[in-house]
């Protein structure tokens, strides 16, 4: 089983909608949550940190469910360019290397 | 701000070449990655390197060895290289202790012909 694991998608949705990714994670020790964003042909790039108490950065909420071991993503008010692959990462049992999932794809539409 | 710096951007290599991929980071960070990335596949991590002097294998070692030069510079070597090492190939940084964020480069898209 991957340490990380996501559903690859493709979210297919329309402007404005809101949509959640989950990614769930093996290693129960696990510490320290990521969502990063890659656009097509591009390196990824930190989206947000996900913290116990959960975190709001505009229409992106990044919510922690240790006791099911899962990570969520929020995207509120989709835009157009929020269009690209979205990875989380996390540290599994205390090891300083950073496990990534297979990424979810989401397509906004007009 | 160069940030973290992959060279070079594209490879083509026959089957059985060797090469080596350079990365460096003017961050002053202590733990860099390699990372390869293949369709639906998310990005995999090869080696690591948690800190100056040290480095350790990550999910994906097998064909690729690793020289952390100095703080500065990670290498990745392909010592013979076979088509099923056709990817993107990305290095990465971070300052180092679990739970700090990994800053990547650029990419390089290497072709095993």
């Known amino acids: 089983r991957k340490e990380v694991e996501q559903d690859p998608g493709p979210f297919n949705v329309p402007e404005g909608a809101t949509v959640a990714f989950n990614c769930t994670y093996s290693?129960?020790?696990?510490?320290?949550f990521f969502w990063y964003r890659q656009d097509c042909r591009k390196e990824p790039k930190l989206l947000m940190s996900?913290?116990?108490s959960g975190n709001e950065d505009g229409r992106f909420t990044a919510q922690l469910n240790r006791a099911s071991q899962y990570i969520s993503l929020l995207i509120r008010d989709s835009k157009l360019s929020d269009s690209a692959t979205y990875l989380c990462?996390?540290?599994?049992?205390?090891?300083?290397?950073?496990?990534f999932g297979a990424g979810t794809r989401l397509a906004v539409h007009p | 701000n160069a940030g973290v710096t992959q060279t070079p951007k594209f490879q083509v290599l026959k089957t059985g070449q060797s090469m080596t991929l350079q990365c460096a980071q003017d961050?002053?960070?202590?733990?860099m990655y390699w990372y390869r990335q293949d369709p639906g596949m998310g990005l995999r991590l090869i080696y690591y390197?948690?800190?100056?002097?040290?480095?350790d294998k990550g999910e994906v070692p097998n064909g690729y060895n690793v020289s952390r030069l100095n703080k500065r510079e990670f290498s990745l070597r392909l010592e013979s290289a076979a088509p099923s090492q056709t990817s993107v190939y990305f290095c990465?940084?971070?300052?180092?202790?679990?739970?700090?964020?990994?800053?990547f480069g650029q990419g390089t898209r290497l072709t095993v012909v």
């Open positions: 990465a940084s971070s300052v180092g202790q679990v739970g700090t964020e990994a800053f």
């Open positions: 290693n129960s020790a696990s510490q320290s």
């Open positions: 996900v913290y116990s």
């Open positions: 990462a996390a540290y599994p049992g205390g090891y300083n290397k950073l496990i």
């Open positions: 961050m002053n960070h202590n733990s």
């Open positions: 390197s948690a800190s100056e002097g040290t480095t």
